[in-house]
């Protein structure tokens, strides 16, 4: 992500923020480093992986690994809707992110991995 310096990484500046807002003690790591993609995956983990965050040309994506677990009442997630497991936000540059609705699921993706 060091390469960019557009919306994006604004926009994944602001998803961080909320993020660390949400759940101020979230471990940040990057994984799955590859030659396409030598900065890897950031990852966002509290007591498990809570979500990714992958920049795409023309959008963000966070992906959280047990979204299809968490009550979306503001409608935020609009990827992935099938997967078994997971669910994902696609923010393209144009697209508003409500803050508080995003806070909420990292809060309640954090309480379902503590169990």
Excluded at 16 to 30: F, G, K, Q, Y
Excluded at 66 to 80: I, M, Q, V, Y
Excluded at 86 to 100: K, Q, Y
Aim: hydrophobic share 40%; proline share 4%; glycine share 6%.
């Amino acid at each position: 992500m060091a390469a960019m310096s557009d919306w994006r990484e604004q926009r994944a500046a602001t998803v961080r923020s909320l993020i660390t807002r949400a759940e101020p003690d979230v471990v940040e790591e990057s994984k799955w480093r590859k030659p396409s993609n030598p900065d890897g995956v950031p990852t966002f983990s509290l007591s498990g992986l809570i979500c990714t965050l992958e920049t795409y040309k023309d959008k963000i994506k966070v992906t959280f690994a047990k979204g299809a677990s968490l009550d979306d009442p503001a409608g935020l997630f609009n990827a992935s809707l099938g997967a078994g497991t997971r669910r994902a936000i696609d923010i393209h540059e144009s697209d508003e992110l409500d803050g508080d609705a995003f806070v909420a699921l990292i809060r309640q993706a954090a309480d379902l991995n503590r169990g």
